[in-house]
C-alpha cells in the first residue's frame, strides 16, 4: 500500500458493522436523508420501550409483546427484507459500539435483538426455519441481565 492508502484508511469512519443499504448509498447517506430509516428507528425505538415494559419472565414473552405491539402500526417495516437488513445491521453496529465503550450489558441487549430479526427474517422472508432458535435468543437476552 501506498502512504495516500493509508491515510486514507485511518482517517474514514468506521461503522462497526452498518452495511451499505440496496440502494448504492452508503448506510451514513441513508440514515440522514431517508424518511425510510426514520421510521426504522421510530420502529426500534417503541420494540425496545415495549420490550422493556413487557411483564413475562422468559426472553421469548417479551419479544412477542413488544411483536404484536409494533407489528401493525410497523408493519411497513416488518413486511421489508430490506428495512429489516437494516435494522439488523443497525443493531450490530451499536452493540459493538457498546462493546468498545466498555457497556457489555447493552451490547449483549443489542445482539439478543438483532439476532431476533435475524431470525424473523429467517422464518418469515427466507423460509429456511420453521420457527425462532427462541434458547439462542434467550442465551444472548440472559448474558445482558448478567452483563456487567
Known amino acids: 500500500k501506498s502512504k495516500n492508502d493509508n491515510t486514507r484508511t485511518a482517517s474514514a469512519k468506521c461503522h462497526h458493522g452498518l452495511v451499505p443499504s440496496h440502494r448504492r448509498q452508503s448506510h451514513e447517506e441513508f440514515l440522514n436523508t431517508s424518511h425510510n430509516v426514520e421510521n426504522c428507528k421510530r420502529f426500534l425505538q417503541r ?7 413487557a411483564e413475562f419472565d422468559s426472553a421469548a414473552g417479551n419479544f412477542l409483546q413488544a411483536y404484536h405491539a409494533t407489528k401493525e402500526k410497523y408493519g411497513e417495516v ?17 452493540g459493538t459500539s457498546k462493546v468498545l465503550e466498555g457497556h457489555t450489558k447493552i451490547a449483549s441487549k443489542y445482539a439478543s435483538l438483532a439476532s431476533y430479526f435475524e431470525q424473523y427474517m429467517e422464518v418469515d422472508f427466507l423460509n429456511t426455519r420453521p420457527y425462532p432458535n427462541w434458547p439462542k435468543i434467550r442465551e444472548l437476552y440472559i448474558s445482558s441481565s448478567a452483563a456487567e
Not at 420494540?47 to 422493556?52: A, I, L, P
Not at 413486511?79 to 451499536?94: A, E, H, Q, R, W
Open 47 to 53: 420494540f425496545v420501550y415495549e420490550f422493556d415494559s
Open 78 to 94: 416488518w413486511n421489508d427484507p430490506g428495512k429489516m437488513k437494516f435494522v439488523v445491521s443497525y443493531l450490530i453496529t451499536c
